[in-house]
Protein backbone atom coordinates (compact mmCIF):
# COMPACT_ATOMS: atom_id res chain seq x y z
CA UNK A 1 0.00 0.00 0.00
CA UNK A 2 1.16 3.47 -0.45
CA UNK A 3 2.08 5.40 2.25
CA UNK A 4 1.87 9.28 1.02
CA UNK A 5 -1.49 10.68 0.30
CA UNK A 6 -2.75 11.48 -3.54
CA UNK A 7 -0.89 14.60 -4.65
CA UNK A 8 -2.47 16.61 -8.24
CA UNK A 9 0.06 16.65 -10.80
CA UNK A 10 -1.35 19.92 -12.14
CA UNK A 11 -3.50 22.81 -10.67
CA UNK A 12 -6.40 24.19 -11.71
CA UNK A 13 -7.87 21.62 -14.53
CA UNK A 14 -11.04 21.55 -15.19
CA UNK A 15 -11.83 18.97 -17.16
CA UNK A 16 -9.40 16.13 -18.91
CA UNK A 17 -10.55 13.74 -21.73
CA UNK A 18 -8.43 11.30 -23.35
CA UNK A 19 -10.51 9.59 -26.27
CA UNK A 20 -9.06 7.04 -28.58
CA UNK A 21 -8.62 6.69 -32.48
CA UNK A 22 -9.94 4.10 -33.76
CA UNK A 23 -8.81 2.72 -37.39
CA UNK A 24 -11.00 -0.30 -39.15
CA UNK A 25 -8.86 -0.43 -42.06
CA UNK A 26 -5.71 -1.58 -41.25
CA UNK A 27 -4.40 1.74 -39.65
CA UNK A 28 -4.78 4.00 -42.38
CA UNK A 29 -7.21 6.28 -40.68
CA UNK A 30 -8.74 7.46 -37.91
CA UNK A 31 -12.57 6.43 -38.50
CA UNK A 32 -13.40 7.80 -34.74
CA UNK A 33 -12.39 8.72 -31.69
CA UNK A 34 -13.99 6.65 -28.56
CA UNK A 35 -13.86 6.55 -25.07
CA UNK A 36 -12.18 3.84 -23.32
CA UNK A 37 -15.50 2.20 -22.47
CA UNK A 38 -16.85 2.07 -26.09
CA UNK A 39 -13.31 0.94 -27.34
CA UNK A 40 -14.03 -3.03 -28.40
CA UNK A 41 -11.22 -3.94 -30.38
CA UNK A 42 -8.01 -2.40 -28.86
CA UNK A 43 -5.87 -3.77 -31.82
CA UNK A 44 -7.50 -0.71 -33.97
CA UNK A 45 -6.48 1.59 -31.91
CA UNK A 46 -3.96 4.14 -33.85
CA UNK A 47 -3.55 6.87 -31.84
CA UNK A 48 -4.55 8.64 -28.66
CA UNK A 49 -6.11 12.60 -28.08
CA UNK A 50 -5.94 14.45 -24.30
CA UNK A 51 -7.72 17.58 -23.92
CA UNK A 52 -7.54 19.46 -20.82
CA UNK A 53 -9.36 22.77 -19.97
CA UNK A 54 -7.25 24.70 -17.17
CA UNK A 55 -8.53 28.08 -15.65
CA UNK A 56 -6.35 30.66 -13.92
CA UNK A 57 -5.79 30.27 -10.42
CA UNK A 58 -7.64 33.72 -9.54
CA UNK A 59 -11.05 35.20 -10.34
CA UNK A 60 -12.11 38.14 -11.38
CA UNK A 61 -9.42 38.39 -14.21
CA UNK A 62 -11.85 38.99 -16.59
CA UNK A 63 -14.84 41.51 -16.31
CA UNK A 64 -16.72 39.81 -18.38
CA UNK A 65 -17.96 35.70 -18.30
CA UNK A 66 -15.91 33.60 -20.50
CA UNK A 67 -17.33 31.69 -23.69
CA UNK A 68 -15.09 28.95 -24.65
CA UNK A 69 -15.96 25.03 -26.51
CA UNK A 70 -14.99 22.50 -24.07
CA UNK A 71 -13.02 18.70 -24.47
CA UNK A 72 -15.75 17.68 -25.67
CA UNK A 73 -16.52 20.39 -28.10
CA UNK A 74 -19.66 21.98 -25.89
CA UNK A 75 -20.17 25.86 -25.82
CA UNK A 76 -20.32 27.01 -22.08
CA UNK A 77 -19.97 29.85 -20.43
CA UNK A 78 -18.42 30.50 -17.50
CA UNK A 79 -19.98 30.30 -14.15
CA UNK A 80 -16.85 32.99 -12.55
CA UNK A 81 -14.63 35.25 -14.32
CA UNK A 82 -11.52 33.10 -14.71
CA UNK A 83 -9.73 32.59 -17.61
CA UNK A 84 -9.97 29.39 -19.49
CA UNK A 85 -7.71 27.20 -22.05
CA UNK A 86 -8.11 24.22 -23.65
CA UNK A 87 -5.48 22.07 -25.14
CA UNK A 88 -5.61 19.30 -26.91
CA UNK A 89 -2.85 16.85 -28.78
CA UNK A 90 -3.30 13.85 -30.39
CA UNK A 91 -0.31 11.00 -30.62
CA UNK A 92 -0.09 8.59 -33.21
CA UNK A 93 0.69 5.16 -32.11
CA UNK A 94 4.06 4.11 -33.85
CA UNK A 95 3.66 0.48 -33.77
CA UNK A 96 -0.22 0.43 -34.88
CA UNK A 97 0.81 3.85 -37.59
CA UNK A 98 0.60 2.82 -41.70
CA UNK A 99 4.23 1.84 -42.19
CA UNK A 100 5.03 0.87 -39.07
CA UNK A 101 6.97 -2.73 -38.63
CA UNK A 102 7.11 -5.10 -35.72
Known amino acids: ?4 SAQPIAENVEQM ?9 NGQTVDTFLTADRVQD ?12 V ?9 TKQTYRDCGNAEVTAAD ?4 GV ?7 RSRSVGATW
Do not use: H, M, P
Not at 17 to 25: A, D, E, L, Q
Not at 81 to 84: D, E, V
Not at 87 to 93: D, N
Open 17 to 25: KITYGVSSN
Open 87 to 93: FSTTITI
Open 55 to 63: RSANDRVTQ
Open 42 to 53: WEGVISVRICLV
Open 81 to 84: YRLR
Open 1 to 4: SFKN
